[in-house]
């Protein structure tokens, strides 16, 4: 008997376009590109047609970048025995036929001084840089720019292979947040987002320098896993909509001495307060592709990673929004969305590929910044991670990836799960995006790094309770000590 053939058999034909993410250059110690490649081809059915690789890494630079002598280079920047540079990575996959994206995190907090970090709302600066600093956009402007350079000399010396495609930024996580009860202390409001405001919207600031303030409507913190939020708030909610979300989840709680009018001012501000950081945002996003471009005869396709949430908090954007600035042709400053495939609102205009991990870059992104900052002398003095011995570190690290790959979409089946736009209306999804990472990365990545020893382990100090278990310290505060490093408590 013959078996029959269904129709969901034909899901990669019709998943589009494949494109292999590859979020750190640590990968091809652990994998090298044949493998990433086949691996990619066996699991979902489709050959990649794009390969997206990164300028930056979390512990220093991939190569040298005029003006930024003395910053420090990366662990990876010769990423393998056979690989020596960035230059022999691009190769590698040019001829392989594969064309380029080069990605880039913007807010890696690196750069020496606080001139150009974020600072929230109380006054601390963090260890991330503020993309709508003019210096932000140049530094990291320059550092992308300088990859395009070098991905472009190698595609001229490379006969017959694939070519730099695009260009992408990682913007699932500028705006950091923090708080407890009742108290949110959300980024930025360095000078530079400060003019802005006042600019855009005078005397808006005031209201939130309080607790609690307006952001406590929709944002609220719960100590085992930071903050908890609503997302689903579209950009043509009314501030009556926004105070029946607060009640749906009980954040009015945080309001114990407002009434309803009292609650719907409160909204407004709120609102205010979205719309002038999501044009903040998208105007710091197109300055750093702007700057990065600049001068290039074929201009590259623009592209911004984003969770995918009706509004991100820590992106600062609205999605719908997005979608409606691209159809009414304006300036947007990008060409293309990567967002996760479970997302609530499906673009009809702006070209988009869904990426396959659950709220897209976010937990990848945290999980490279947390490694970043444990092999990172500073941080291991002035944060939570002191109290961490060397294989302590390690064995979170090992936790963190188990936590963050639980959010893989990694099967096939997943493709049948991608968004179908509303009947009678296009459908502007080009097609998908993989990651080439596995569960067993995690301890293979752990014990590869190089992570320093505080003072007491130096000197063969015990460091008391805290330390003697990986769970002294939980994630959520850990990640807040990294991103608040003035708190030295």
Request: aromatic residues 8%; contains cysteine; hydrophobic residues 40%.
């Amino acid at each position: 008997m013959t078996r029959r053939s269904f129709s969901i058999s034909q899901v990669s034909e019709t998943a589009g376009e494949g494109v292999l993410d590859i979020p750190s250059l640590s990968v091809l110690r652990y994998k090298d590109p044949e493998t990433l490649l086949s691996d990619f081809e066996g699991l979902w059915g489709v050959r990649a047609s794009t390969v997206a690789l990164p300028v930056l890494e979390p512990d220093g630079l991939l190569f040298e970048v005029k003006g930024l002598r003395g910053l420090p280079s990366s662990n990876y920047s010769a990423p393998s025995a056979r690989l020596k540079s960035f230059a022999d990575v691009v190769k590698v996959f040019l001829t392989a036929g594969l064309d380029i994206t080069l990605t880039l995190y913007p807010g890696h907090g690196f750069i020496p001084g606080d001139g150009i970090h974020t600072r929230d709302i109380a006054g601390g600066s963090a260890n991330r840089v503020c993309i709508a600093n003019p210096r932000t956009s140049q530094i990291f402007g320059a550092i992308l720019g300088t990859g395009i350079d070098i991905a472009n000399e190698v595609a001229s010396a490379t006969k017959g292979s694939g070519k730099v495609k695009g260009v992408a930024l990682d913007v699932t996580e500028l705006w950091g947040i923090s708080g407890q009860l009742g108290r949110v202390e959300k980024t930025c409001f360095c000078t530079a987002c400060i003019r802005h405001f006042d600019k855009n919207a005078p005397d808006l600031l005031k209201h939130y320098r309080t607790f609690p303030n307006p952001w406590s409507l929709l944002l609220r913190s719960a100590s085992s896993t930071g903050m908890t939020h609503v997302s689903d708030v579209s950009a043509s909610m009314s501030a009556e909509e926004i105070v029946g979300l607060a009640r749906q989840r009980k954040f009015d709680e945080q309001f114990p001495d407002l009434d309803y009018a009292d609650l719907l001012r409160m909204a407004e501000l709120l609102l205010r307060y979205m719309r002038v950081r999501h044009s903040l945002t998208v105007s710091a996003i197109g300055a750093l592709f702007d700057y990065a471009c600049e001068g290039l005869e074929d201009q590259l396709t623009r592209v911004v990673m984003l969770e995918g949430e009706l509004y991100g908090w820590t992106s600062g954007l609205w999605l719908e929004e997005l979608d409606s600035s691209f159809a009414e042709g304006e300036e947007t400053g990008y060409d293309e969305l990567w967002l996760d495939s479970g997302m609530p609102y499906v673009p009809q205009h702006v070209p988009y590929r869904s990426y396959m991990w659950s709220r897209s870059r976010y937990y990848i992104s945290q999980f490279f910044q947390l490694s970043g900052a444990l092999c990172d002398p500073r941080s291991r003095i002035h944060t939570g991670l002191r109290h961490k011995t060397i294989e302590e570190c390690r064995q979170m690290i090992v936790e963190r990836w188990q936590m963050v790959h639980g959010s893989a979409l990694n099967a096939q089946a997943a493709l049948l799960t991608l968004p179908t736009p509303p009947e009678a209306t296009p459908d502007a999804r080009l097609g998908f995006v993989g990651v080439g990472l596995q569960q067993e990365y995690g301890k293979w990545f752990s014990d590869q790094l190089t992570i320093p020893p505080t003072s007491s382990e130096r000197r063969g100090v015990l460091l008391g309770p805290a330390a003697s278990s990986p769970m002294g310290l939980n994630m959520a505060s850990i990640l807040e000590q990294l991103q608040n490093r003035g708190d030295d408590d």
